[in-house]
């Protein structure tokens, strides 16, 4: 493998009465950037975290921060995150009215602006935006909850975005993320991934860790 494939813990399966030793816990076992995991009850069903938790546990931790903002309207949103400490703002574009606008919104903030792809969602709609573009976050599962089953047929949208993204541009995968899956997200060009069941599911984190580092 080329280059050691970047772990994103995302704290909606963390432990919710003890996020920030749960932070802290991924963090010392080899994390390299923490996913946080912002629901609306609109876009999503289920309501997650605000700006203020993100930015209180900005202070426990200089790991990048990855807002994946799964809400309506992101725009109205961005500003506080990006105060909060976030370092990557993930957008779907199904949500943004302008989204070469939205996406410019973020880099000016001084923040890495990245598009999640639904499972529905054709790759096409990236075309105009590359050059604005940090990260494509190819969804392997809806989006809405943890735990569920890894769509096998995300990986044809991965080898296409390989093929089509210029390298600085990384993907990463989001969704039903173990070593086996990732090992096939790994051989289309995923260079990232989230892991949340898996991860926090299991009772040594630092070997779950190792697990998906060592493919
Ligand atoms: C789904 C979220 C994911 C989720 C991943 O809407 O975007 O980040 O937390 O959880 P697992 O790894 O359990 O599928
Ligand atoms: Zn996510």
């Not at 289920?46 to 209180?56: C, E, K």
Request: hydrophobic residues 40%; aromatic residues 6%.
């Amino acid at each position: 493998m080329s280059s050691p494939i970047i772990i994103c813990p995302s704290m909606l399966s963390a432990d919710p009465t003890r996020l920030g030793q749960e932070l802290l816990a991924v963090e010392s076992a080899g994390a390299d950037r923490i996913h946080w995991d912002i629901m609306d009850g609109n876009y999503v069903e289920a309501i997650t975290f605000g700006s203020r938790t993100v930015a209180a546990h900005r202070k426990l931790t200089p790991l990048p921060f990855d807002v994946h903002l799964m809400v309506d309207n992101p725009d109205r949103h961005i500003e506080n995150f990006a105060n909060a400490g976030a370092n990557l703002i993930m957008v779907h574009p199904e949500m943004c009215k302008h989204l070469h606008r939205t996406l410019h919104k973020i880099k000016n903030l001084e923040k890495k602006a990245g598009i999640a792809l639904n499972p529905a969602t054709p790759v096409e709609v990236i075309s105009y935006c590359i050059e604005v573009l940090d990260v494509v976050l190819v969804m392997t599962v809806n989006p809405g909850s943890s735990g569920q089953e890894f769509l096998d047929s995300q990986l044809k949208k991965i080898s296409t975005l390989q093929k089509i993204l210029p390298p600085p541009i990384k993907i990463y995968v989001d969704g039903g993320i173990n070593p086996r899956t990732l090992k096939k997200c790994i051989e289309r060009g995923a260079s990232g991934c989230v892991t949340g069941s898996f991860l926090f599911g299991s009772s040594n984190y630092t070997d779950t860790l190792n697990a998906l580092k060592n493919i």
